[in-house]
Nanobody
């Protein structure tokens, strides 16, 4: 059974940093695509950043220059380094993964990030 387990969320002040981690396990295939989404209560879940197994990345405009996604293929783990956090970054952050971009069907349960102003 595939599991994605996030960690690293918490409370941080505006301008601070957090590093999220997501460890994937139980897959018989490679997660070529891994990424992070975030969701505020009552709003849709939005893409934050995406990374391929080859290291290609894609970021939402709102986080470019502040967030960095990376991965350790040997550990099936994806990271999100979040710097210069703003109150509008507060959300539940979800890990997402799949063998192809179109088949990113696996989700973690989410980790809460709170940014105090």
């Amino acid at each position: 059974q595939v599991q994605l387990v996030e960690s690293g969320g918490g409370l941080v002040q505006t301008g601070g940093s957090l590093r999220l981690s997501c460890a994937a396990s139980g897959s018989r295939f490679r997660f070529n695509y891994m990424g992070w989404y975030r969701q505020v209560l009552g709003k849709q879940r939005d893409l934050v950043a995406l990374i391929t197994s080859g290291g290609s990345t894609n970021y939402a405009d709102a986080v470019k220059g502040r967030f960095t996604i990376s991965r350790d293929n040997a550990k099936n783990t994806v990271y999100l380094q979040m710097n210069s956090l703003k109150p509008e970054d507060a959300a539940v952050y979800y890990c997402n993964a799949g063998p192809t971009r179109a088949a990113m069907n696996y989700w973690g349960k989410g980790t809460l990030v709170t940014v105090s102003s």
